[in-house]
């Protein structure tokens, strides 16, 4: 069992990252932390992704150099993922921003009391 | 005529770019640009439906990338209906929103953006780039709930965004799971490699399963995964809540499907039983759950909004059963609910714009008012009921013979009790509509705005919303009137289609459930 997470500990890192993010998602109240949660969540996919391309003693997948080769194409998926998170947090902070212009708070506890008033 | 399938996607892209440049020209033609996009929209997807329901299947490889390796874009009768729908329904609210509104060029850019994601999930066939189409979808559709006034729009918008990105997340994570075990990401191919190299009863495969259908059932909103869909529906405005409501729910239906019977295909159903009554089981949760919370509901929207939860439960239920008569029910009831619950929505919208009635109290003597919009509401309402012979009745009669074929006899049950429960929510809102008397004018505001709610309990959330009940009554035109009943009148006239349309399945069908 030891010896299981010392050699894959980027699965370890995996696991923990996923349920960081969840719980600062769920948890916290506060709505810009939140979203960083919903980061943390999304970065242990990404991470999840790039562990499973990694060959021991691969190399780059470029010509010339000879193999065995790393698989590229998580690595690709990543990239467009990366780019959908961070269009999403653009999206998700401009919705914060929207909110803290009506009500005045980033704290969910307190926007509830606030819209209970509506 | 074999690259309609990529201009499904490329065109509604391009028109929304288009839209966005033309509206700081000129806001008002960017709805002109919106609407000839959406008119060719329907136009391809007609033709290519055309094509595809004998039988035929289209594939279109990405950028000349062979199969495998490249993304492929396959269209058979399945996805070509649904393609279909989603262009027809954009069509039908857009020329609701150029009377109610939002009007601004980013609606129109983010309206398109949503149906390029929506066309992009119905045709691809590759289940990363469905990932990708996944989250276009709920980019727009988070952005369209916001375009709402109020700050209670933002909010639904926020809780969308968060939850909605959890699912999508989840399902990326089954993607990964899949792709390590079967090293390929077409759906053919690794439809192919499961159940031959890799055993169905593989852990991985089995993981991959579940973060697949979880993810996407956050998507489709399936009790107990549904809580942001309320809100989001009822803080948006009327036209997004009646096209959210019917197409990216139903979209997400419809991956599901996609997921079962093309990827991981029935055989994975016989190799893991307990993976099938789970599915089967919480769909139908979903269906019983649903309805409960709709009648507890005393905001008109959003009891329309937790009828869909109910509903989408019984089109999972009919995917994960998958015979062929099941499938058959459940691409027609997604295909009628899309239809019956946008022209409610929009329905809502009108009586809402009329009135100013918002709340099932306030629909109180509004037969003798708005004699039309009424009928439509009571039409579309007995035909979600599934009152034959509108097209609620049929697809319902399908999934339930199927799982009375299927053994599935809790299903037959469950369908029996929803119906009961759905015609308790409806019946309520028709006996205010025609059998309440109707407020005296002067009495009309005063009394809206202290009604007293029709049921003690509310959901979770539980606000009221009566600061942002519009105060304008009569914005609502003939065109808008003639638009709702002409919905009204097809979901009844879908009814007496839908056999003949099941018959267009019937060439598709046994190949996708080939053992």
Do not use: C
């Amino acid at each position: 069992m030891i010896d299981l997470l010392l050699t894959r500990y980027n699965y370890v890192a995996v696991v923990l990252l996923l349920g960081v993010g969840t719980y600062m998602l769920i948890e916290n109240a506060n709505l810009v932390k939140k979203v960083i949660g919903m980061n943390v969540f999304q970065t242990g996919i990404f991470l999840f992704f790039i562990t499973a391309a990694y060959a021991e003693g691969a190399g780059p997948p470029l010509v010339g150099h000879g193999g065995p080769y790393v698989s590229p194409l998580p690595h690709v998926l990543i990239l467009t993922a990366i780019v959908v998170g961070v269009s999403l947090t653009a999206v998700a902070l401009a919705l914060v921003v929207r909110i803290y212009a009506e009500y005045g708070t980033l704290d969910e506890d307190v926007l509830r009391e606030v819209r209970a008033d509506e | 005529m074999s690259d309609v399938p990529a201009l499904l996607v490329a065109l509604p892209i391009l028109a929304s770019v288009l839209a966005l440049l033309v509206g700081q020209w000129r806001p008002r033609a960017a709805w002109a640009v919106a609407f000839l996009g959406t008119a060719v929209q329907v136009g391809a997807a007609g033709l290519l439906a055309a094509r595809v329901l004998g039988g035929e299947t289209v594939r279109y490889a990405v950028g000349d990338f062979a199969a495998p390796y490249g993304i492929e874009l396959v269209v058979d009768g399945l996805s070509a209906s649904v393609a279909l729908l989603v262009a027809v329904v954009a069509f039908g609210v857009l020329l609701y929103s150029r009377v109610a509104g939002p009007r601004e060029p980013a609606f129109h850019a983010q309206y398109l953006l949503l149906v390029a994601g929506l066309s992009g999930m119905s045709v691809t066939g590759d289940v990363f780039n469905l990932y990708v189409f996944l989250e276009i979808t709920g980019l727009a559709a988070y952005a369209l709930v916001a375009s709402g006034e109020s700050g209670r729009a933002a909010v639904g918008a926020l809780k969308y965004l968060l939850i909605g990105t959890v699912g999508a997340s989840l399902y990326l994570l089954g993607v990964g799971y899949a792709f390590i075990v079967t090293g390929t990401l077409n759906m053919a191919d690794m439809a192919g490699t499961l159940g031959s190299e890799i055993a169905y009863t593989h852990p991985a495969v089995l993981t991959a399963f579940a973060l697949v259908v979880t993810g996407l059932a956050v998507k489709s909103a399936v009790f107990p995964l549904h809580t942001w869909q309320p809100e989001a529906y009822a803080s948006a405005p009327d036209g997004v809540s009646a096209f959210i409501s019917a197409l990216v729910s139903t979209v997400s239906a419809y991956a599901i499907a996609r997921v079962i019977v093309s990827v991981f295909t029935v055989e994975f159903f016989r190799a893991n039983p307990v993976a099938q009554d789970l599915v089967v089981g919480i769909a139908g949760l979903s269906v019983v759950a649903g309805s409960v919370l709709a009648v507890t509901q005393t905001e008109v929207k959003r009891m329309l909004a937790y009828s869909s939860v109910s509903q989408f439960g019984l089109v999972v239920a009919a995917f994960a059963i998958a015979t062929e008569r099941a499938v058959t029910g459940g691409t027609v009831h997604l295909i009628g609910h899309a239809v019956m619950k946008g022209g409610l929505f929009l329905a809502a919208g009108a009586v809402a714009a009329a009135t100013g009635a918002r709340y099932v109290s306030e629909y109180r003597g509004l037969a003798s008012r708005r004699p039309f919009l009424a009928g439509a509401v009571a039409v579309l309402a007995l035909a979600m009921v599934g009152v034959p012979p509108a097209v609620g009745f049929v697809g319902k009669w399908y999934i339930a013979l199927a799982a009375v074929e299927a053994g599935w006899w809790f299903i037959a049950a469950v369908i029996l009790s929803s119906t009961l429960l759905t015609l308790a929510y409806f019946a309520r809102l028709v006996e205010r509509m025609y059998f309440a008397s109707a407020p005296t004018a002067a009495a009309g505001t005063a009394d809206a705005v202290g009604a007293t709610p029709d049921a003690a309990v509310a959901d979770g959330s539980g606000e009221t919303a009566e600061a942002e009940r519009p105060g304008t009554p009569d914005r609502v035109t003939p065109g808008v009137v003639a638009l709702v009943v002409a919905v009204a009148v097809l979901s009844v006239a879908l009814g007496f289609a839908a056999t003949d349309f099941a018959q267009l399945l019937r060439p598709t069908l046994p190949e996708l459930l080939a053992p």
